[in-house]
């Protein structure tokens, strides 16, 4: 089975939206991804954590298909962020960011993960992500993801990765900021025009776009009725969606639907409750059911 290579932040995460707090619980884009990309497939995970670290947090993602080989524990303390949310759920705003050990970290893959054939980038240093690119051999499929935090701090790396990848996650609101481009369609090609194949516009609770070269694929977003906290929603969706591309191993349109609905209903799973508290009970029953019932959202007859 094709494992998914993924390096990013793993934190401690302080959150307040409309529905609740919590105060230094699991989070980061990695460990979102990981989780859920391990419902479908095995992952072996590259990030950094500091000795204040729970190791419980360890044990579960072990206990996930998620190999940990590639985490380093450092003297120090670990990766904190901490966001608030007002009604409107789609904006996260940054209160605090402390990098702390990743202010020296250096990834280096184990030798069994160098021949990856699938690869994420999350959210992180975008220079960081060029040195993993730098080490994987021969990669079937790259991915990475990003921020309006690095937008604004390294947008020259980040333009290197995308040249790099063969698909670029990013929300609305950064693919504007990054493309300098209002509208979707052209901010899109601006992307392609760096280099990257296929761009997914997560659009908060209305969903995605995916962005090929030459179409467009709609993914809604589930109507929920418990929505309590958004963070993480990119990094499962991604994580969903090559988990299953993964899980697959071809490259085909079909593939790239279906995994942007499995994008989707990871998302819809995960934002139902704080950190990683949804996925940590969720069944995979619950994951089929749940693909199925995005079929009927927006199933409707061809003829007029
Ligand atoms: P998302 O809501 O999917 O955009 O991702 C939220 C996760 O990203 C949180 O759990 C944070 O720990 C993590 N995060 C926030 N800021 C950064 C950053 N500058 N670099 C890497 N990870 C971050």
Known sequence: MNKILVVGSIGLDT???????????????ATYFSVAASFFTPVNLVAIVGSDFPEKEIGFL?????????????PGKTFRWKGKYSYDLNTAQTLDTQLNVFA???????????????????NIDPELQLEVLKQVKKPKFIACDTMNYWIDKKVDALKKVIAAVDLLFINEAEIRQLTQELNLVKASKKIFSWGAKHVIVKQGEYGALMFSQGSVFSAPGFPLEEVND?????DSFAGGFMGYLAQKGELSEKYFRQST????????????????????????????????????LSHFEETL
Do not use: C, H, W
């Open 230 to 234: 958004p963070t993480g929603a990119g």
């Open 15 to 29: 959150v307040e939206t409309p529905f609740g707090q919590v105060q230094d619980v699991l989070g980061g884009s």
């Open 62 to 74: 072990q206990s996930r298909r998620i190999d940990t080989k590639g985490l380093i524990i450092n």
């Open 261 to 296: 609905i499995i994008g989707s209903v990871m998302a819809s799973f995960n934002v139902e409750d704080f950190s990683l508290n949804r996925f940590k009970r969720l069944k995979y029953e619950e994951i089929e059911q749940r693909f199925k019932e995005f079929k009927r």
């Open 104 to 122: 020296q970290f250096k990834p280096v893959l184990p030798a069994d993960y160098q021949d990856a054939s699938f690869v994420l980038l999350a």
